[in-house]
């Protein structure tokens, strides 16, 4: 999608961004890492490539941590208030940027569904 540039912040607005490049891609997710980190039922992610993702003002905290396969992660989000922002997985080019967190989220629908086998029972998309 040629989209550029598109921003983007926390709740609070201590930690803004710009996506410099094309979105790669979007989708909602079921799993239940996502859902933790989200506190909701499922999160909606768009992707771009790592390089194109900018922050304007102030930097996300960072949750690392190793998922079930094995493989090292990074959530991002404020440190004051809270809000999620990015997910980054190692061996990937692409970082995850929470669509909530978009100036203008209805640009970017999801266009898929991810780990939709951890779906809860009571979710109807």
Not at 9 to 33: E, I, K, Q, S, T
Not at 63 to 90: H, I, K, M, N, W
Not at 99 to 124: A, M, N, Q
């Amino acid at each position: 999608m040629a989209t550029n540039p598109v921003d983007g912040g926390c709740l609070c607005g201590d930690v803004r961004y710009r996506l410099g490049g094309n979105v790669v891609r979007g989708g909602l997710c079921h799993c239940g890492n996502c859902r933790r980190a989200g506190g909701a039922p499922s999160v909606a992610w768009v992707l771009v490539e790592s390089d194109d993702l900018a922050f304007t003002r102030g930097k996300p905290t960072t949750y690392a941590y190793t998922r079930d396969d094995g493989v090292p992660t990074r959530r991002g989000f404020c440190g004051r208030c809270g809000t999620q922002l990015t997910y980054e997985s190692d061996g990937d080019s692409e970082v995850g940027i929470t669509t909530g967190s978009l100036d203008d989220p209805e640009r970017f629908p999801p266009d898929g569904v991810i780990w939709e086998e951890e779906k809860l029972s009571w979710v109807d998309s």
